[in-house]
């Protein structure tokens, strides 16, 4: 079964700094990747989806991630943060015919003014 | 706008009653709908798959008699969470899928206290 790792609990930056936040995901075919955003008490936003071709996709609020088959990581990016994206953000991963998806367990994003 | 509304958002309850939570596909139907819970700063643990006509699929270690998961139409799946008890208080959202490994759509999530 898949399998995603997301290795950062928790991520403090300065308002304005560059983001990047890690994935690591485990699955024997191509995997579909997907980032999401969760506010307080709140249900899950998708930032972006990759589930084949160019290997860099954009997604919403700035938000893009790169998919590296090679280091099984598909990590998420956004040059300039704003306090806005202080959130929780899950990495996951998908597999089959209408499966479900597997969630990391997510790091939380502070951003500092 | 939405695609998937869930309901109630907040309940607080009793142990030993029991809580029913609603999650609706607005714009397609959905043969497949999934329920996932939630624990404070923990990620998703998904508990079963919701099969419309069909007997739900419960992930290991979820009790089905507890929680019961019916899925009568295309656009209506509910869980029950039979005589709640203090440890089942947490934030449970459903999601919905169009087919195959297409975007999930999430509901916004029911936040249950059991006291």
């Known amino acids: 079964a898949q399998s995603v790792t997301q290795p950062d609990i928790h991520i403090t930056v300065s308002e304005g700094a560059s983001l990047e936040l890690r994935c690591n995901y485990s699955y024997g075919a191509t995997p579909y990747l997907f980032w999401y955003v969760q506010s307080p008490g709140q249900g899950l936003q998708l930032l972006l989806k990759y589930f084949s071709g160019d290997t860099l996709v954009q997604g919403i609020k700035g938000f893009e991630a790169e998919f590296k088959r090679s280091q099984s990581s598909f990590n998420l990016r956004k040059p300039s943060v704003h306090w806005s994206d202080a959130a929780e953000y899950f990495c996951?991963?998908?597999?089959?015919?209408?499966?479900?998806?597997?969630f990391g367990a997510g790091t939380r994003l502070t951003v500092k003014p | 706008g939405a695609v998937v509304s869930q309901h109630p958002s907040r309940v607080i309850c009793k142990s030993g009653t029991s809580v029913k939570i609603e999650c609706r596909s607005l714009d397609f139907q959905a043969t497949t709908m999934f329920w996932y819970r939630q624990f404070p700063k923990k990620s998703l643990m998904l508990m079963a798959t919701?099969?419309?006509?069909?007997?739900?699929?419960?992930e290991q270690g979820v009790e089905k008699d507890k929680f019961l998961i019916n899925h009568a139409s295309l656009t209506l799946s509910t869980l029950t969470v039979t005589s709640a008890h203090p440890e089942d208080s947490s934030f449970y959202i459903c999601?919905?899928?169009?087919?195959?490994?297409?975007?999930?759509?999430f509901g916004q999530g029911t936040r249950l206290t059991v006291v």
């Open positions: 919701s099969n419309e006509g069909s007997k739900a699929t419960y």
């Open positions: 996951a991963v998908g597999a089959g015919n209408n499966n479900d998806m597997r």
């Open positions: 999601s919905v899928q169009r087919g195959g490994n297409t975007e999930a759509f």
